[in-house]
């Protein structure tokens, strides 16, 4: 009997301790506060399952939850090789989909110059995530990486700038998806 109670006591301390800081609770559950010195975690915690590593030396911009099931996090850093220097990390269920506060919304993308998709594999599990390129305002190139797992909606999203004359980012998929996939831990 004192076994169990341990057990319980250890799992709750154990979900207390991996659940995201909450920096203070919207009233209507999407909107995410700013603050100034965020810290920057080593982890991310998406789902109860699911963490992002940030790459080194990030900055933690803003931090939150998504519809009381789950979290988002805007950060800054720099890496050599890739053009992207912020993230906007989100997750929440399924069932909070249709309500899903995106950057940049389906109805702007539909109205995009042009978009592109991409069906990659995360985990040795072809064809689960979603790379969208689309033409964002001025020279940028917004991107968005969507992956169901385990009952709940992962979205990565960021921009970066649109070589001249160029429709198509060669390769611009797939270094985000390496990105994402290198820095994803699956437990």
Known sequence: MIKIQLAIIGL??????????????????????S????ETPALL???YDLAFRPPANYVMEEVGNLH?????YKIRFGMPGI???RLTISSTNTENRSKFPYEVSDREIEKAKW????YLKVK???NSATVSLFSCTGDLVCVRWEWF?????VVFESETELKKGVVEQDGLAEAYHDLIEKHLLVY
């Not at 978009?115 to 991409?118: H, L, N, S």
């Not at 797992?149 to 909606?153: A, H, I, Q």
């Open 68 to 72: 009381e099931k789950g979290n988002r």
């Open 45 to 47: 915690r998406l789902t």
């Open 124 to 126: 040795d599990q072809p």
């Open 12 to 33: 709750s301390l154990f979900a207390l301790f991996c659940a995201a800081p909450e920096v203070s609770k919207p009233q209507n559950g999407d909107s995410i506060p």
């Open 149 to 153: 797992y385990n009952g709940f909606l």
């Open 35 to 38: 603050a100034g010195n965020l």
């Open 83 to 85: 053009n992207l220097t």
């Open 115 to 118: 978009k592109k998709y991409y």
